[in-house]
C-alpha cells in the first residue's frame, strides 16, 4: 500500500520554525521526486518546494525561499520541510507528494503527482 504520511504541523507564533516530515512507504523512492504544497483556506493549492533524490536537485516557490530548506534521507524514505521566519501568510495545510522522476521541469503542475498524503496543518500567529 502506497503511503505518503506528513506530521510536524502545529501552531506556531510569527518568526518561529516548524519542521515537517514526509514518510513515504509502498513504492520504490528513488524513483519518485517529492514535492511540498499548500492550501490556505479558500485559496487554491500552491507549490512549496520540490526535491529529487536522484541528484538532490532542490526547488523553491518565490514566496518561500531563503526561509524553507527541503531535504531527503533516503535510508529513511523521508522528505522534510524546514520552515524558519514564519508568517501568518505561510497558515495553510501542507501536503507532500510523489512524482516520477522522468516528470516534466515544471514541478508545481499538481496533476502530474501520483501520490498525496493526508496534510498537515500548519498554522502561524500574528
Known amino acids: 500500500e502506497v503511503q505518503l504520511v506528513e506530521s510536524g504541523g502545529g501552531l506556531v507564533q510569527a518568526g518561529g520554525s516548524l519542521r515537517l516530515s514526509c514518510a513515504a512507504s509502498g513504492f520504490t523512492f528513488d524513483e519518485y521526486a517529492i514535492g511540498w504544497f499548500r492550501q490556505a483556506q479558500g485559496k487554491e493549492r500552491e507549490g512549496v518546494s520540490y526535491?529529487?533524490?536522484?541528484?538532490?536537485?532542490?526547488y523553491y516557490a518565490r514566496s518561500v525561499k531563503g526561509r524553507f530548506t527541503i531535504s531527503s534521507d533516503n535510508a529513511k524514505n523521508t522528505v522534510y520541510l524546514q520552515m524558519n521566519s514564519l508568517k501568518p501568510e505561510d497558515t495553510a495545510v501542507y501536503y507532500c507528494a510523489a512524482r516520477p522522476v522522468y516528470s516534466s521541469y515544471w514541478w508545481e503542475i499538481l496533476p502530474e503527482y501520483k501520490y498525496w498524503g493526508q496534510g498537515t496543518q500548519v498554522t502561524v500567529s500574528s
Open positions: 526535491i529529487k533524490s536522484s541528484d538532490g536537485g532542490t
